[in-house]
C-alpha cells in the first residue's frame, strides 16, 4: 500500500513536475507533496503516515500543536525522520523545559516549503485534532529556494488561513521567519516578509484567534561568537537559540488571553 501510495502521488497531475508551467506565485499556495523524485518522496510521505497515525492516536490529549519545517522538526530530536541528527542533539530537552510533551505535538518536516506543509495539513495531519495553541513555522525554504518575500508571504498566508479553517477552536501563533546566516544577505527580505505578515494578521483582525509572534531581535547578531551560540548550523536555533527564543518571545505570546475575555470563532 505504502508503495502504491508514493506512486500514486508522484504521477499525478498536482505533483511538483505538473507545476512548472505556473507562475511562482500560485505554486506557493496550492497544496503539493515534496518531490517528483521517488528516492525524496518516500521518506517524506513515510514520516506523514507517521504524523497522521500520531494524531489518531493522541488527538484528544494534545493541547499545543507546531506546524513547520525542519526548525520545528529539531525540537523532535530528528532531522527528515531519522534521530541521526547532530543538529538537533539538545532540542527536545529545551522543548520539555516549557512545553509538556505528553500534550503536545511537533508535526515538522525538514526542507518542507509552505506548499508542503499545506498538502500535509489537508491530508489528515491534524485531523480529530483540538489543540488549545498552534504555532506555525515555515518560510525560510521558500525563500532559500529562490523566491520572492512576496511569494512567500502569499505561502504563509495560505498555511495560517487553511489551519484556522481545520482547527476553529485554536489560537494559532505565527512565528515570523527567523534570521540565519548560511545568506546574510537574504535577512533584509526576512525583514521585509515579516512586516507583511505583521500587516497580514493586523487585517485579518482577530486577535484572539491568531497573532503574528515575531522572535527576530532573539536571533539579530552580527557577533560571530554570538551567532555560534544561537545557531547549530547558522540556520537552526541551537538549543541555547531555542531557549532564549521559548523565554522572551515564544512562551509569553501563548498565554491565555486575559480573564473575561473569550475566543472569537473564525
Not at 130 to 143: C, T
Not at 155 to 162: K, L, Q
Request: aromatic letters at 8%; proline letters at 6%.
Amino acid at each position: 500500500f505504502f508503495r502504491f501510495f508514493v506512486s500514486a502521488i508522484t504521477a499525478a497531475d498536482d505533483s511538483p513536475c505538473a507545476c512548472l508551467g505556473l507562475p511562482s506565485f500560485v505554486i506557493h499556495q496550492m497544496p503539493k507533496p515534496r518531490s517528483c523524485l521517488q528516492s525524496t518522496i518516500e521518506w517524506w510521505i513515510r514520516l506523514h503516515v507517521q504524523y497522521v497515525a500520531e494524531t489518531l492516536a493522541r488527538g484528544d490529549s494534545i493541547r499545543t500543536v507546531f506546524l513547520g519545517d525542519s526548525i520545528a522538526e529539531t525540537l523532535r530530536g530528528t532531522c527528515s525522520g531519522s534521530s541521526n541528527c547532530t543538529i538537533a542533539n539538545g532540542c527536545p530537552e529545551v522543548f520539555k523545559e516549557f512545553f509538556d510533551p505528553s500534550v503536545a505535538s511537533i508535526l515538522g518536516v525538514g526542507g518542507d516549503r509552505t506548499q508542503n506543509l499545506l498538502w500535509r495539513l489537508q491530508n489528515g495531519e491534524v485531523h480529530r485534532l483540538n489543540p488549545k495553541d498552534v504555532v506555525i513555522l515555515i518560510g525560510i525554504n521558500n525563500l532559500l529556494q529562490g523566491f520572492s518575500w512576496e511569494e512567500t508571504a502569499l505561502g504563509v498566508s495560505a498555511v495560517t488561513e487553511m489551519t484556522m479553517q481545520l482547527l476553529p477552536n485554536s489560537r494559532v501563533a505565527l512565528v515570523g521567519v527567523l534570521p540565519q546566516y548560511l545568506q546574510p544577505a537574504l535577512n533584509k527580505n526576512i525583514s521585509a516578509l515579516n512586516g507583511l505578515l505583521t500587516e497580514m494578521v493586523e487585517t485579518i483582525g482577530l486577535p484572539h484567534r491568531l497573532h503574528l509572534v515575531n522572535c527576530a531581535e532573539v536571533f539579530t547578531t552580527e557577533d560571530t561568537e554570538r551567532q555560534a551560540v544561537l545557531f547549530s548550523d547558522k540556520l537552526h536555533p541551537s538549543p541555547a537559540g531555542f531557549r532564549e527564543m521559548f523565554e522572551a518571545c515564544l512562551v509569553p505570546a501563548l498565554r491565555p488571553p486575559p480573564s473575561g475575555e473569550t475566543l472569537i470563532e473564525f
